[in-house]
């Protein structure tokens, strides 16, 4: 059974930087095909991809998020990490991590419960 | 930059026919996907592929594409259909991910 999990502070100020750890089970990041996504959703608002991170350490972020995004993966722990940098009130989302295995084709599944990151001063 | 529109809501009365749709100039060269969420929960998918469905997924739950808008069918729909849908493709090249909007159904 794959799980992951999302974890990180929930409350973030202004121009800071803001790290997410999506710890996973069930697969490995060293297996072919094997991907692991963020995703976003602002309270009410759409999902919105951020990034992904391929078991061959190929990385990609979405282009209107690439200058503030840095995604790493530590194989040994099962673990992925998401920065982002210089945040701001509109990064106020639900931060998902999920898995991907469709390689080349990606598709989410399963997700992660999320996790509620609020930007404020 | 790559879109994929989806109709902002979608009303249907129960064991009805909702068909959500989602348009996009990616889509002839890309596979949509969709996914269900609920209020609270993390998405959940429902079609990958085009028309592949996962196992668990109810049968009602179908999908299909035609040029540049691919659909998803909910046929017979049950009141626990209520929720969020959102679909999902590519870029072109296959590089970027993208959702689209999302569409609220709500069942009369």
């Known amino acids: 059974q794959i799980t992951l999990k999302e974890s990180g502070p929930t409350l973030v100020k202004p121009t800071q930087t803001l790290t997410l750890t999506c710890t996973f089970s069930?697969?490995?990041?060293?297996?072919?095909?094997?991907?692991v996504g963020w995703i976003r959703q602002p309270p009410g608002k759409a999902l919105e991809w951020l990034a992904l991170?391929?078991?061959?350490?190929?990385?990609r972020y979405s282009p209107s998020l690439r200058n503030r995004l840095t995604i790493t993966k530590d194989t040994s722990k099962n673990l992925v990490v998401l920065t982002m940098t210089d945040t701001d009130p509109v990064d106020t989302a639900t931060y998902y991590c999920?898995?991907?295995?469709?390689?080349?084709?990606?598709?989410?599944?399963?997700w992660g419960q999320g996790t509620l990151v609020t930007v404020s001063s | 930059s790559y879109e994929l529109t989806q109709p902002p809501s979608v009303s249907v009365s129960p064991g009805q026919t909702a068909r959500i749709t989602c348009s996009g100039d990616t889509l002839p060269k890309q596979y949509a996907y969709w996914y269900q969420q609920k209020p609270g929960q993390a998405p959940v998918v429902l079609i990958y592929k085009d028309t592949e469905r996962p196992s668990g997924i109810p049968e009602r739950f179908s999908g299909s594409t035609s040029g540049t808008t691919g659909t998803l069918t909910i046929s017979g729909v049950q009141a626990e259909d209520e929720a969020d849908y959102y679909c999902?493709?590519?870029?072109?090249?296959?590089?970027?991910?993208?959702f689209g909007g999302g569409t609220k159904l709500t069942v009369l």
């Open positions: 991170i391929y078991w061959n350490d190929d990385k």
């Open positions: 999920a898995h991907s295995s469709g390689d080349p084709w990606i598709w989410f599944d399963p």
């Open positions: 999902q493709s590519a870029d072109s090249s296959g590089t970027y991910v993208i």
């Open positions: 069930g697969f490995s990041l060293s297996t072919s095909g094997v991907n």
